[in-house]
């Protein structure tokens, strides 16, 4: 299936462009799947969870993987727009900082096979946050070169076919390692680790070779500080789509929680339980990572509304039942986190096309890294609902998320269908 998708993608973009574009078409497709496999191998909530676990390190340093990485890899963004938007080509911020992943990814296998306890755990958080920065750097150009560089039409088809390929590589790892072929050992999971950096490594030698045209007009670029925020004061669409994206991260937020109602006991149980989970969430990105991006090729606005909708009913459901019987078996958080992970790659599409297919006036960068710093300081204050699930109970918090989703469909019917207007001049 997954093959018959990829041939009919490639024969769309074959038929409906020349040469050159399906050449950078291509390139964008390799390096981004390349990346998605990596990504899925070092997931900090699960795999560097469990090897600085395994590795005897504090639990304030695991603690800290998520947030590390999420924020280094949000924040950053506005200092970096304005050097990317000043630079003819900007291929060489996401070659430089997929490679730098890469390396950071590196560094962590190292210091698993040569250290143990705190010193472990200091050495890989530091790398994390490398690799966050280095990563930010990446988010910050990739949406601008994209706009550059493949037409509007096939830009939501190779994200989602990008994501496929990465799922399907988790799939078969969660498989792996749920069913004991790869044995959940330190010496095996960090050869893991070392193959995600490999593949950064590999991702940013191949975006070197995009064919980018030079902007020209961004050789007199003079963007000031007040200039970061002018698009938050004049563009209206803009703040339509700051306030969808920022309820949105409701469903970004919700599966540590579905897993928290899902009331494990032993630790045995817990080990067992990562495979279900695992699966979970990796067959709802293969299933509908693809098709969530080619209706965001169509109207971006819709996916938002629909993926909106989906993870309310999903949340509320799973916040009702949690009510209701007071916890839910891993099987049934197993589910719930499927529907709720498609729901999740809905709105990441829709959001991601969205700003891409936006017309910004020659700021995507800038656009891109306002969007992502405000969301990043959102993510940060969003850890605050861990002290609501203490009080009140997870059930409570996947209830809010709810209605966040649903408030962030509301919202998005204010956007535009950017896809039915002129191509940017970005």
């Known amino acids: 299936m997954i093959a018959e998708r990829l041939h009919a993608m490639v024969a769309d973009v074959s038929d409906e462009t020349d040469a ?117 750097s990446c988010s910050a150009s990739h949406k601008d070169v994209l706009a550059r560089t493949v037409e509007k039409g096939t830009r939501g088809a190779l994200s989602g076919a990008a994501g496929t390929i990465g799922a399907v590589a988790v799939f078969a790892f969660a498989a792996a390692i749920g069913t004991g072929i790869i044995p959940r050992e330190t010496t095996t999971i960090t050869l893991v680790i070392g193959v995600a950096g490999v593949l950064w490594l590999v991702a940013g030698s191949v975006f070197f070779t995009l064919n980018e045209p030079a902007d020209e007009a961004a050789k007199d670029a003079r963007i000031g500080l007040t200039d970061l925020m002018t698009p938050l004061r004049e563009d209206h669409e803009f703040r339509t789509y700051i306030a969808t994206r920022g309820l949105m991260i409701a469903t970004a937020l919700a599966p540590p929680f579905l897993v928290m109602l899902s009331g494990k006991g032993s630790e045995g149980a817990d080990a067992v339980a ?100 405000l969301i990043g300081v959102l993510l940060i204050l969003g850890s605050g609902f861990g002290l609501i699930a203490d009080s009140f109970g997870p059930a409570t918090v996947l209830a809010v998320f709810a209605a966040m989703a649903a408030l962030g469909a509301l919202v998005a019917t204010g956007l535009s269908e950017v896809q039915a207007q002129d191509s940017d001049a970005d």
């Open 274 to 373: 990562l495979g279900p989970l695992m699966v979970a969430s990796a067959s709802a990105t293969i299933l509908s990572s693809y098709v969530w991006g080619r209706l965001s090729d169509r109207s971006s606005r819709k996916t938002l509304q629909f993926s909106g909708i989906l993870a309310a009913l999903t949340l509320s459901g799973a916040a009702a039942t949690g009510w209701a019987t007071g916890g839910i078996g891993i099987w049934t958080a197993a589910a719930f986190l499927f529907v709720a992970q498609i729901a999740y790659e809905g709105t990441r599409s829709g959001r991601k096309i969205h700003l891409t297919d936006m017309k910004t006036g020659g700021r995507k960068a800038i656009y891109t890294a306002l969007s992502n710093t």
């Open 20 to 136: 050159g574009e399906a050449q950078r078409f291509s390139t964008h497709f390799v390096a981004l799947a390349l990346t998605k496999i990596a990504d899925g191998l070092i997931d900090p909530k699960i795999v560097l969870s469990w090897l600085l676990t395994a590795l005897g390190a504090p639990g304030y340093i695991i603690g800290a993987l998520v947030p590390v990485r999420e924020s280094g890899a949000l924040l950053p963004q506005l200092a970096l727009a304005r050097q990317i938007q000043r630079q003819p080509r900007r291929k060489g911020f996401w070659a430089i900082g997929s490679m730098v992943q890469g390396a950071a990814a590196l560094g962590m296998a190292a210091a698993a096979l040569l250290t143990s306890g705190a010193t472990a755990g200091w050495l890989i958080l530091g790398c994390l946050a490398v690799l966050a920065v280095a990563r930010s």
